[in-house]
Nanobody, 123 residues
Framework: QVQVAESGGGLVQAGGSLRLSCTTS????????MGWFRQAPGKEREWIAC????????EYADSVMGRFTISRDNAENTVHLQMNSLKPEDTAMYYC????????????????WGQGTQVTVSS
């Protein structure tokens, strides 16, 4: 039984920081690129970050580049998203995702999804 679970969301003021965590079980963690998506009400789900199988390679959407950092701990089957300099437009549900490769994830081809954690940034 594959499980993907996010945590760490909350309410912060603009300019603040949050660290999201995603714990997984039931999958061969190192065979998946891991990443994050977000979706705000009335908007399409947006890919924002991903990491390669080892975590040596990372990629970011332009909307978060320079502010967010993705990392993974393969020993703990866990991926993190450090979110700094948060803006009100970052307000969304944030979803952890596993995909066969980084390119596929960027195209929205995701094998496993988490249930999401809410991030709200006040002005």
């Amino acid at each position: 039984q594959v499980q993907v679970a996010e945590s760490g969301g909350g309410l912060v003021q603009a300019g603040g920081s949050l660290r999201l965590s995603c714990t997984t079980s039931g999958l061969d963690f190192e065979e998946y690129a891991m990443g994050w998506f977000r979706q705000a009400p009335g908007k399409e789900r947006e890919w924002i970050a991903c990491a390669s199988y080892s975590g040596a390679s990372t990629e970011y959407a332009d909307s978060v580049m320079g502010r967010f950092t993705i990392s993974r701990d393969n020993a703990e089957n866990t991926v993190h998203l450090q979110m700094n300099s948060l803006k009100p437009e970052d307000t969304a549900m944030y979803y952890c995702a596993a995909a066969v490769g980084m390119w596929l994830m960027r195209q929205g081809s995701v094998k496993f999804w988490g249930q999401g954690t809410q991030v709200t940034v006040s002005s």
